[in-house]
């Protein structure tokens, strides 16, 4: 009965996979230098429904979580708490920059959502430079 309890845990918890985000902007450069990562940079607003739709859908799923834990660091700003946008332009919520563990941008800037397959897409082609 103790391992079914278990197991059942462990595959709840797993199917509620959650990000575990910097606690800063400069927090999560030094994070992503030391684990020597990508950052995945996502400028949001409380109000912006596509950032909630990936924070609710996208982040959870599991593939999608699975592989941002593995080779990204995530760093989410609030623009209206850091207005300044840390000198990123900010063309909509949400806007995404790939930099590498040194802070350098890698590719383009994203701007808005995608569905957990775009995304996950997305990421791959970032962590392998497309």
């Not at 607003?45 to 609710?56: F, G, L, S, V």
Request: charged share 25%; net charge negative.
């Amino acid at each position: 009965m103790k391992k079914y309890l278990l197991t059942l845990l462990f595959l709840t918890g797993s199917l509620f996979a959650e990000l575990d985000w910097a606690p800063s902007y400069k927090e999560g450069l030094a994070q992503a230098k030391k684990e020597n990562k990508i950052i995945m940079l996502m400028f949001s607003i409380k109000e912006c429904r596509m950032c909630n739709y990936m924070k609710k859908t996208v982040y959870e799923d599991e593939a999608v979580s699975e592989y941002i834990e593995n080779f990204f660091v995530s760093v989410e700003v609030d623009i209206e708490a850091h207005p300044d946008k840390y000198g990123y332009d900010v063309f909509g919520t949400p806007t995404y920059y790939f930099l590498d563990s040194n802070g350098t941008p890698i590719g383009r800037s994203m701007v808005g959502g995608a569905d957990p397959e775009g995304f996950l897409k997305k990421l791959q082609e970032v962590r392998h430079g497309k």
